[in-house]
């Protein structure tokens, strides 16, 4: 069974930086790409960076690219995202979906997410 | 990386037939058959409904369906169920190798 289990949310104020985590498991993690999408409280949903499997590439949305980076431990089944330089508008659940494929989407598993709250 | 047009709400009962509209542009939507459709419960994850603009991952339901006509997608859901009601969200790869999602349309049954 495909489990994703996202953690690292919380309160932060703006300028802050923050560290998500996504621990898989229940799939070859190497294999798959993973991404992260946020969806702000009330509002859509929002895709924000895309990484291989290998690694080697990463993509971002134009809102977050120079803020976050996203990145992957194969060894441990885990994916990360480093946030720096938040704003109010960085507020949002935090979900780290497996991509089906062997593209940058579409998204078959999803985990529960995690609340990032940028605010003073 | 401007968001997919879709209407902010629709609407219909019980063993009717409702089309989701999904607009986009030569650069996302028109550009590659990647147009996928999620479905999402009020605090709940989302779920892929459909994936390559038409096709059913295994577990869902063959009353929904999708397709695409230049820069237009759409998602018809036939014989209208209660449980069908929830906000759905399309989306695209694009050109420049990001992903884009429509707006959300939330279905009232």
């Known amino acids: 069974e495909v489990q994703l289990l996202e953690s690292g949310g919380g309160l932060v104020q703006p300028g802050g930086s923050l560290r998500l985590s996504c621990a898989a498991s229940g799939f070859t993690f190497s294999s798959y790409a993973m991404s992260w999408v946020r969806q702000a409280p009330g509002k859509g949903l929002e895709w924000v960076s895309t990484?291989?499997?290998?690694?080697?590439?990463?993509y971002y949305a134009d809102s977050v690219k120079g803020r976050f980076t996203i990145s992957r431990d194969n060894s441990k089944n885990t994916l990360y995202l480093q946030m720096n330089s938040l704003r109010a508008e960085d507020t949002a659940v935090y979900y780290c979906?497996?991509?089906?494929?062997?593209?940058?989407?579409?998204?078959?598993?999803w985990g529960q997410g995690t609340l990032v709250t940028v605010s003073s | 990386q401007s968001a997919l047009t879709q209407p902010a709400s629709v609407s219909g009962s019980p063993g009717q037939s409702i089309t989701i509209s999904c607009t986009g542009t030569?650069?996302?939507?028109?550009?590659?058959?990647?147009v996928s459709w999620y479905q999402q419960h009020p605090g709940k994850v989302p779920k892929l409904m459909i994936s390559d603009v038409s096709n059913q991952p295994s577990g869902v339901s063959n009353r929904f369906s999708g397709s695409k006509s230049g820069n237009t997608a759409s998602l018809t859901i036939s014989g209208l169920q209660a449980e069908d009601e929830a906000d759905y969200y399309c989306s695209s790869y694009t050109t420049s190798s990001t992903v884009v999602f429509g707006g959300g349309t939330k279905l009232t049954v």
């Open positions: 990484i291989r499997g290998s690694g080697g590439s990463a």
């Open positions: 979906p497996k991509v089906y494929g062997s593209g940058n989407d579409p998204f078959d598993y």
């Open positions: 030569s650069s996302d939507v028109g550009a590659y058959n990647y």
